[in-house]
């Protein structure tokens, strides 16, 4: 059986997968190891610690999807370094977790431009307290926050391409892009896509299990049989492994609601083992089945922490 990869073996699957999981503080002193992966004449993956970043680098300079954790920022650099020495121009987030924006402060205060979904900002701007993992998220400086941001959607012409970067409304949280290189034919998903392991739905954050059905459903629409999907966690992919992350979130969402449909309470339904075809392989690296349970169960019937952001200014003529 697949489970969504298609590009290693099972043991390469679960090295790449520890190596690019979530982290948090304890693991972020460590020397890291980066691999960079190049995929078009100018896109390349690198993976390091934190979510994995995509690098255009071309005859207009540099830009980056993505740019980890906080204190590893120089580390990377450095591997981003070793693709072109060229200063980054800018730097798109695909969502506001601090392993996607931790390098916002130093890569910002160097001269290049952020830019975000409205969300991003928002939430980067105030503590963000997450029921989920009981913790809360200190506002950032003022110098990490996205300074260009957007509604949705926005696109960068640049080495050679229209790289369009388009937002997914709560799915993984509620300022998700995916971000398609049309011409170099990749797809970088964000954490709308966890490749090998179960997601992680960030409730408090706006995310939902349909908004992250309904935002691989876009990824799939864009992409052919030569695409090279970049997930924000986990090893490359592509339409197949797409198409099969698809087909397990739709199937676990179905196995959830018929539970609902009976009446069952969230424990009972989390007993029940819904997701237990895929538990063995992808409930075993990071989120655990009773978690993705849980985050199906209350993205369904709408028990989640979620507090709506102020509605975003909108002119009228
Ligand atoms: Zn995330």
Do not use: C
């Not at 489970?3 to 043991?11: C, D, I």
């Not at 949705?152 to 640049?158: F, K, N, R």
């Not at 309470?265 to 007993?271: G, K, N, T, Y």
């Amino acid at each position: 059986m697949q489970f969504f990869s298609n590009r290693k073996t099972l043991a390469g699957l679960l090295a790449a997968l520890l190596a690019s999981l979530p982290v948090t503080a304890a693991a972020q002193d460590q020397e890291v190891e980066y691999a960079a992966t190049a995929l078009s004449t100018t896109v390349t993956m690198i993976k390091g610690r934190g979510g994995n970043i995509a690098v255009s680098s071309g005859e207009d300079g540099v830009f980056i999807i993505d740019d980890q954790l906080k204190p590893l920022t120089d580390q990377l650099l450095g591997s981003i370094r070793k693709v072109s020495d060229r200063p980054i121009r800018f730097v798109i987030n695909t969502h506001y977790h601090a392993d996607h924006v931790g390098g916002n402060e130093t890569i910002g205060g160097s001269g290049a431009v952020i830019i975000a979904h409205d969300n991003i900002r928002e939430r980067m701007s105030t503590d963000q307290f997450n029921h989920f993992w009981k913790e809360t998220t200190p506002a950032w400086p003022k110098k990490s926050l996205p300074v260009v941001t957007f509604n949705d959607q926005v696109t960068l012409h640049l080495n050679g391409e229209a790289v369009k970067v388009t937002h997914v409304p709560r799915g993984h949280t509620d300022g998700d892009s995916i971000v398609h290189f049309p011409t170099s034919n990749v797809i970088h998903m964000g954490d709308i896509f966890f490749n090998g392991l179960y997601p992680y739905i960030d409730l408090d954050g706006g995310g939902t299990i349909q908004g992250m059905i309904a935002a691989v459903e876009l990824g799939i629409s864009l992409a052919d049989d030569e695409t090279q999907v970049i997930p924000g966690h986990g090893p490359m992919s592509d339409l197949q492994g797409l198409k099969e992350y698809h087909e397990f979130l739709t199937r676990a969402r179905d196995n959830v609601q018929a539970l609902i449909d009976q009446g069952m309470s969230l424990d009972q339904v989390v007993a029940a083992k819904p997701t237990a075809e895929w538990d063995d392989i992808l409930g075993k690296v990071w989120i655990t089945p009773e978690q993705l349970v849980i985050f199906i169960f209350n993205s369904l019937t709408g028990v989640d922490h979620f507090t709506p952001l102020e509605p975003q200014e909108t002119t009228t003529e």
